[in-house]
């Protein structure tokens, strides 16, 4: 795979001999351990060294690498969309079409692992229904994350950075040694400390300044070869302080490079009293046990995770003509989602001796949760209204399943991988709303409490033919859930609106994998096409100043995933990946209305206008045509030292970021980013210096963006939500 499939197989760089083949990565993607090339899923792996050479310290960052992933910018709550589906950001308490595995433990939300990318022993991204294996809510795909673990050798190192363009540092230590013959420990820690990207003319600083601190314990024992058992137990501070919303026009095309350089947030904004700022404090803890049962293996898992989150959001107060009306006349609207999580969950399955005819695993999972999302909207002088509202969402959710896959071995080259998952899911919400001060600005509607209990099954059926030892074939049809809940943060919210359905995705995938060239190349294939049901959609409406959350009749996605990986010298390494994605509503009643239609085509504020208001045919969004990357790494002899060098160009055709589908400032255009590497080192990798520059051009793209109405704000204008600038960084590591 493209930036996966690292030279580990390489002969000791004294040699002037070839590198026998591209390094292969073990996954455990169908719950074994497996050869990256002989999965038949569309996966991508990253080694852990490669995500600290390329600096990857979020989901954000790690999108650029990956065929048809797009990571969304939204402060502490990251949304992920795999193949133009994902959960979007306006639902707070949305369940993640694409859910996160942190050393197998479920985190179906966005903050739930924000802290973990450090130390990792790999990353692996799953695209397509991973139901059968994984679990509900990874209707559209699943990513998985392996944390290094103790070895049998005392190691570790140090790592320090500092950022050119951030004007900080980030501090990195890694401790692993062997207490006993069995018994081993693994201390990791991670501190961060930058400016941001945007100047705030008000305070003269760049936002949002980055305050990130994550500490993990790892502690493994094995008695014998029967038996491995870890706990791991790690804490995450991630803190932004300021914002990354910035000001435009609702008219003009601006979105040029210099777009986005300066903002202007004023203290006491909307007469809240608070600092503009994202927050989230992670723990996470998980219990991890393989024991050998005659030829069968026992898996164990357990884990507990928890966060808190703080946020208060601000906007830029710039005018589109650059002027700042006095006074605060555009600082008179700003909100705040506060959660707090907890979930406990427990897994058991047991695992068949390869080499048979029939291969299973078979296995138990149950998790239960409860989430607490407050709101707070604070607004000034709006319509001669001036207070402070909230509302308050409550949801405790149950949910089991059991599930099985075998492999039948047709013949040595022929086999039929066929996987169920039986879930139900319970959950229970209670939502309440009240004007804390002041004046009412949004109807206050009667609390609310709902309940539900779904089941289903989630199948999938793969054919896999090997057409020769470097080449195989497979065919897959699987089907995805992602479980119905309940509307979290909409005032006066009606009966029937406070809760939505359950969506159901089918995949429909042909793939090919080979190795060439005895073992020089890497040549993967993907076609595939995405049905979804009853998808659910949470969108804002700026002229009621509320979240517009239902399902969506249908949607279809269709396209194409290549990845190249080619070893043309003993030096040289070249990758590519190349992603065609077209994804569109297939049918969607009762659609929000979009910013370039008239009241005659849509009036938001008629349930009958609405109602026939139909929107099949239009694009998802975050969802472009074109994706992918284009890179190469060289590593030169010289003598005691080498010098590693590499670069990555990364891209996206255009593609819509705003509910409303304005083609004017609802459109990302599409972009290249480069990025690029030039280390010098020991020839044993003892110590090494790099000089690491990521999007060297200073493109400036956009998350998302939404239309700031004139009723809440002395001017009408966009808000848009920046991706991160350039950043050039010094790195040195020692490790011994």
Request: proline fraction near 4%; charge should be negative; include cysteine.
């Amino acid at each position: 795979m493209a930036q996966a499939q690292d030279q580990d197989a390489q002969v000791p760089a004294t040699s002037s001999a070839r590198p026998q083949s591209i390094g292969e990565i073990v996954v455990t993607a169908q719950k074994r351990e497996q050869k990256l090339q002989d999965v038949p899923v569309s996966i991508t792996a990253i080694t852990g060294a490669k995500i600290e050479d390329l600096k990857i310290t979020d989901l954000r960052s790690v999108q650029s690498y990956v065929p048809n992933m797009a990571v969304l910018n939204s402060g502490v709550n990251p949304v992920v969309f795999i193949r133009g589906f994902g959960s979007g950001p306006n639902n707070v308490a949305f369940d993640q079409e694409v859910s996160v595995y942190l050393d197998g433990i479920y985190g179906g939300r966005g903050a739930q692992f924000s802290a973990p990318f450090f130390d990792l022993e790999r990353m692996e991204v799953l695209r397509g229904p991973q139901g059968a294996l994984f679990g509900r809510n990874t209707a559209a795909g699943a990513i998985s994350l392996i944390s290094a673990k103790p070895g049998p050798a005392f190691e570790g190192y140090v790592s320090a950075g500092y950022d050119f363009e951030r004007q900080g540092v980030d501090l990195t230590g890694v401790v692993s040694a062997p207490l006993s013959d069995t018994f081993g420990v693994r201390v990791a820690a991670k501190l961060t400390h930058q400016d941001g990207y945007i100047r705030n003319l008000y305070n003269d600083r760049d936002e949002p300044v980055l305050r990130d601190e994550m500490a993990r314990v790892t502690l493994r024992w094995q008695p014998s070869s029967d038996i491995d058992v870890s706990f791991k137990n790690e804490y995450g501070s991630h803190v932004l302080k300021g914002g990354v919303t910035v000001s435009g026009s609702l008219t003009e095309d601006v979105y040029d490079n210099d777009f986005g350089d300066e903002r202007y947030v004023s203290d006491n904004y909307a007469g809240a009293g608070l600092d503009e700022e994202s927050g989230i404090e992670t723990w996470n803890s998980a219990l991890n046990a393989d024991i050998g049962i005659g030829d069968h293996t026992l898996t164990l898992i357990g884990g507990y995770s928890h966060y808190k989150t703080r946020r208060f959001t601000a906007y830029d107060e710039i005018a589109p003509d650059g002027s700042i009306p006095a006074d605060g006349g555009n600082a008179r609207f700003g909100n705040g989602f506060p959660e707090d999580f907890d979930q406990w969950s427990v897994e058991a399955r047991i695992a068949s001796p390869l080499d048979q005819f029939l291969e299973y695993v078979v296995g138990l999972y149950y998790d239960t949760s409860e989430y607490h999302l407050h709101q707070d909207t604070y607004y000034r002088d709006i319509a001669s209204l001036t207070g402070h509202q909230s509302t308050d969402f409550y949801q405790d959710s149950d949910a089991w399943s059991a599930y099985g896959q075998g492999t039948f071995n047709f013949t040595p080259d022929l086999r039929l991988i066929a996987g169920l998952r039986y879930s139900e899911v319970k959950k229970s919400a209670e939502f309440t709303q009240r004007t804390v001060s002041g004046d009412a600005l949004n109807a206050i509607g009667p609390d609310r409490e709902g309940r539900l209990s779904e089941d289903y099954f989630d199948p999938s059926g793969t054919l896999q033919f090997d057409v020769t030892p470097d080449i195989m074939l497979y065919a897959t049809v699987a089907r995805g859930s992602k479980s119905g809940g309940f509307v979290s943060n909409t005032y006066n919210v009606s009966e029937d609106g406070f809760q939505f359905a359950a969506e159901r995705s089918m995949n429909y995938e042909f793939g090919v994998k080979s190795t060439l060239g005895n073992g020089l190349a890497t040549i993967n294939l993907a076609i595939f096409r995405m049905d979804f049901e009853d998808l659910q959609q949470s969108a804002y409406d700026p002229d009621r100043r509320t979240f517009f959350t239902r399902n969506a009749a249908s949607a279809r996605s269709e396209g194409v995933e290549l990845e190249v990986q080619v070893i043309p010298t003993d030096s040289l390494s070249l990758n590519a990946n190349v992603a065609y994605l077209d994804a569109r509503f297939e049918d969607y009643p009762g659609a929000p209305c979009l910013a370039y239609e008239t009241v005659e085509q849509c009036d938001s504020a008629d349930p009958n206008s609405l109602a026939q208001h139909n929107i099949a045919g239009l694009p998802l969004m975050f969802a472009p045509k074109w994706s992918g990357n284009v890179g190469f790494q060289h590593e030169a002899d010289l003598g005691s030292l080498k010098l590693v060098t590499g670069g990555n160009a990364q891209f996206r055709s255009k593609y819509f970021v705003a509910d409303g589908y304005s083609p004017i400032w609802g459109v990302q255009d599409g972009w290249v980013k480069f990025d690029a590497r030039i280390q010098l080192g020991a020839q044993d990798d003892r110590w090494s210096i790099a000089l690491v520059g990521r999007n060297l051009t200073d493109v400036h793209s956009r998350g998302a963006a939404i239309r700031f109405p004139g009723s809440i704000t002395a001017t009408s204008r966009t808000l848009s939500w920046m991706d991160e600038y350039r950043a050039i960084s010094l790195n040195g590591t020692l490790r011994f």
